[in-house]
C-alpha cells in the first residue's frame, strides 16, 4: 500500500521542539529549541531526496523524527499510505520493517560485543521473520551482497574497518527490503576513496530493491552524486526544494546560492579562480529565531517585509519550491568575493591580531 498520492513518505507541518529547563528542585520549562519548525516533505519509492544545510539546521532530528527516533511535537508522518506521528513503541516494531536507517557513524552504531552475523540477524529476530533457507544463510547472502566476505559472519566490529563497519550497517539496513531508508550522513566519517564506493553501493542497492532513500548530509557534492531531488534547510525550516539539476544550475533562495559557492573545487588552479558568497554572522539561535525569515539577520537580500513576514514555501515553477520574498536568480556583485581576495583578507586580519608576522598563514 503506498499514500493516497503515491508517495512512500509525507511528511506534513512537522514540528519538534525540546524544552529548556530551569534549574533549581522543581525544574519548570522556560523555553524550547525548535530544532524542526513545521516543514513538509514528500518522498517517492525508489527516489533519493538529499535534505541539506549547515550544522544546526534540524536536518538530523528532522530525519529522527520522520522515523520516530525521536519524538515530534505537531505534525504528520505518513509512510506507506500509513499514519505512524502517534503509534506506540509497540505499533512501530512492525513499522520499521518498511523504514530503517544508516547512522552516520559506523563505530558507534554496531554493538562491540555482538558478532557481525548477530548484528545483520537482529532484524530477523526482532521481527520474527524466518527467511528461506535460514537466518545464517540470508545474513551471508546479505555480507557478500555488501561487499563483505561472508566467511567474517564470527567476527566483531573492531576488526573492521569504518568502510566496512559502514557496509555492515547497510545490510542490516535492508535485511528486510525496507521501502524507505533515512541515510544520515552516511559517509561524512568515511575516506574520500571509501566514500565513492559507499555511494556507488547505495545507488545499486537502490536500483535492485526500490528503496527510496532520504539522505542527509551537510556535503553538497555528495548530495549532487546520489540525489533526484534536493531540499535546502535553514533553522528548522525548508527554504528550498527542486529537482537536483535545479538547485545546482538555477537556485533561487540566497542560502541556496551561499552553499553552493562553498562547494570546493579539486582542481587548485579553478578554486582559486571562483568566486565565493560570504554570509554576515553566525547561525541564530533555535531557541530565539528571528522574526519573519529566519535567515534574515545574514541575508543580502533582507529588506523590511522579511522581518514582519514570514515567507511561504511556493512553487514557484513546476516542482521547483522557494520561501523567500525576493527570491534571484544571480547574487549581486557586491556579496561575491574571490578565493584569492578571500585568503588575503585572512591572512591580514591574522596578522593584524599578530598570529603571523608575514604573509604566510601557520600550518
Known amino acids: ?45 525508489a527516489e533519493t531526496l538529499g535534505l541539506v544545510g549547515e550544522s544546526g539546521s534540524g536536518k538530523t532530528t528532522a530525519a529522527r523524527s520522520i522515523l520516530r527516533l525521536v519524538q515530534p511535537t505537531s505534525g504528520r508522518i505518513e509512510l506507506d499510505g500509513q499514519d505512524i506521528t502517534h503509534l506506540s513503541s509497540g505499533a512501530m516494531v512492525k513499522v520499521r520493517r518498511k523504514a530503517q536507517m544508516i547512522f552516520q557513524d559506523p563505530y558507534n552504531a554496531l554493538n562491540p560485543r555482538h558478532t557481525v552475523g548477530g548484528i545483520i540477524s537482529a532484524p530477523f529476530k526482532v521481527q520474527k521473520v524466518v527467511p528461506p533457507g535460514g537466518v545464517r544463510a540470508a545474513v551471508m547472502e546479505l555480507m557478500e551482497r555488501v561487499g563483505l566476505n561472508p566467511e567474517h559472519y564470527n567476527r566483531y566490529p573492531n576488526e573492521f574497518s569504518g568502510g566496512q563497519r559502514q557496509r555492515i550497517g547497510i545490510a542490516r539496513a535492508i535485511a528486510l527490503r525496507p521501502k524507505l531508508i533515512v541515510c544520515d550522513e552516511p559517509v561524512s ?3 574520500v576513496s571509501i566514500q565513492a564506493q559507499i555511494l556507488n553501493l ?44 535545479t538547485i545546482y544550475s538555477a537556485p533561487l533562495h540566497p542560502y541556496t546560492h551561499s552553499l553552493l559557492s562553498a562547494i570546493p573545487i579539486p582542481d587548485p588552479a579553478q578554486q582559486k579562480k571562483r568566486n565565493r558568497i560570504l554570509l554576515q554572522g553566525d ?38 519550491k522557494v520561501a523567500c520574498h525576493f527570491p534571484i536568480a544571480k547574487p549581486p556583485e557586491s556579496v561575491v568575493v574571490s578565493m584569492a581576495e578571500e585568503e588575503a583578507e585572512v591572512v591580514a586580519g591574522a596578522r593584524d591580531a599578530g598570529v603571523v608576522d608575514s604573509g604566510v598563514m601557520p600550518h
Do not use: W
Not at 524544552?19 to 516533505?41: E, N
Not at 548530509?217 to 527554504?239: F, K
Open 283 to 320: 547561525l541564530p539561535s533555535p531557541i530565539n529565531p528571528p522574526s519573519g525569515c529566519v535567515f534574515r539577520p545574514r541575508c543580502f537580500q533582507a529588506q523590511e517585509k522579511c522581518a514582519a513576514e514570514v515567507p511561504p514555501l511556493i512553487e514557484v515553477e513546476p516542482g521547483h
Open 1 to 45: 500500500m503506498s499514500t493516497s498520492n503515491g508517495q512512500i513518505l509525507d511528511v506534513t507541518d512537522l514540528r519538534t521542539y525540546f524544552p529548556i529547563k530551569s534549574r533549581g528542585l522543581i525544574p519548570r520549562t522556560i523555553g524550547q529549541v525548535k530544532a524542526v519548525d513545521g516543514i513538509d516533505l514528500t518522498l517517492a519509492p
Open 189 to 191: 566519517a568515511l575516506d
Open 202 to 245: 547505495l545507488k545499486d542497492l537502490q536500483r535492485e530493491f526500490g528503496i527510496a532513500y532520504l539522505f542527509v548530509a551537510h556535503d553538497l557534492a555528495v548530495v549532487r552524486q546520489v540525489s533526484h531531488r534536493v531540499a535546502v534547510m535553514y533553522l528548522g525550516h525548508i527554504v528550498e526544494t527542486a529537482s537536483q539539476e
